[in-house]
């Protein structure tokens, strides 16, 4: 098979190439046509060329793609779409007149002091580029997010930006699209030992830069406040910056002084009960570990529940105990807690710009770590004197 040069990008060429041989009858409806790796080999592209000439062709009605068998003419090529009960089976993109693209976003929830900011850094890149972002909340539970991702997918969007819920291992539906080179962008996390676009803040750095403010100002007895880690990486990232703080100060980490398994403040569980019960646990641990002067809190939610605790407690905030969290809302009275301020919206923008590159077969860097700004609040004072 030959081509002819043109100032079109391959892919583009394929995709006419093919059109026009389906119009022609060169490839009748139910009949299979070129696999990725045949257009690949008979053009001299990479299967990430091919593989965005059948998307194409598929989006447009032309053909219908089935997992394992191959790719067919459409019984019906060029309507809006493919149903279940036409003669392939297989439900296929809808048909978009005007063109636009639709990238899905699944994320585990967003609120005041994160997450927020995410979705109007996606939201705002969509409409410079003149494309929708179609938003899913999974609350943090794997089957949520598995289910999203394949709702998706059948909905036929372009491309998925993706925050993974809370858990230890990445589900089946995210390693597929590894697998299948489709084009995806993890938030906050990123999978090990996988080659997959991630961004996320630089949290160790962060939590090191935030950890030795609180040294400056004295605090030597610190208490980490954290979910349960359960292979989470930016959770880890920021428990090693910790960890590496202490080291670098020549100050012995008491890993006696932490609490690693506050659940409360999970997506499923962040209900008036499940709070006051924290709260107690906090209280009874600041009564058992009394040389305690600071609390790093993973994140606002739970350095809110120990602020409640703490003053509950008979306990000074800042003069008694310091705290310190990642990100925090804006008061009108200013920040009531000192916190690392992540770069939300361009963390967003990124994400959204870079799944369009790669759906259009651009590389991008597989791992984007983005600084995070200290941002001092009425939470931190000197240690206490005893």
Not at 8 to 18: H, S
Request: proline share 5%; charged share 25%; aromatic share 6%.
């Amino acid at each position: 098979m030959s081509h002819e040069s043109s100032s079109k990008p391959m892919y583009e060429q394929i995709f006419e190439a093919l059109r026009e041989q389906i119009a022609s009858g060169k490839y009748v409806p139910g009949e299979r046509i070129p696999s990725e790796k045949e257009l690949g080999e008979a053009y001299n592209v990479s299967r990430i060329t091919s593989k965005k000439a059948l998307e194409m062709l598929t989006q447009e009605g032309y053909i219908v793609r089935q997992p394992g068998r191959g790719s067919f003419v459409s019984e019906h090529f060029g309507s809006a779409d493919a149903s279940p009960g036409s003669a392939t089976g297989v439900i296929t993109k809808p048909r978009r007149e005007n063109g636009k693209l639709l990238i899905g976003l699944v994320m585990t929830d967003f609120g005041d002091s994160y997450g927020t900011g995410l979705v109007y850094g996606m939201e705002e890149a969509s409409r410079q580029h003149d494309s929708y972002l179609i938003l899913r909340r999974s609350l943090g539970v794997p089957a949520n997010e598995q289910e999203a991702i394949q709702g998706l997918l059948e909905l036929g969007v372009d491309g998925l930006i993706i925050f993974p819920a809370q858990g230890e291992y990445f589900n089946a539906e995210i390693l597929k699209l590894v697998i299948s080179q489709y084009p995806f962008v993890l938030l906050d996390r990123h999978l090990k030992g996988v080659s997959a676009s991630s961004i996320s803040t630089n949290n160790a750095a962060a939590t090191k830069q935030m950890i030795k403010h609180l040294f400056e100002l004295g605090h030597t007895h610190i208490a980490l406040m954290t979910g349960p880690p359960q292979d989470t990486t930016a959770i880890e990232e920021r428990i090693e910056g910790f960890i590496q703080a202490h080291a670098e100060s020549g100050i012995v980490v008491d890993r006696r002084l932490w609490m690693d398994h506050i659940t409360a403040t999970l997506p499923t569980a962040f209900v008036p009960e499940n709070k006051e019960k924290e709260k107690e646990n906090i209280k009874k641990h600041l009564r058992e570990h009394p040389k305690i002067t600071a609390l790093f809190a993973m994140e606002h939610n739970i350095a809110q529940l120990a602020y409640e605790a703490a003053r509950e407690s008979g306990l000074r905030i800042p003069e008694d105990l310091s705290i310190v969290c990642f990100d925090s809302p804006d008061y009108a009275g200013g920040f009531l807690f000192t916190h690392m301020r992540q770069k939300q919206e361009e963390m967003g923008r990124l994400a959204f710009e870079n799944v369009l590159k790669l759906r259009n077969g651009e590389s991008v860097p597989n791992k984007i770590l983005l600084d995070a700004e200290l941002i001092t609040g009425s939470s931190t004072g000197p240690v206490r004197k005893k």
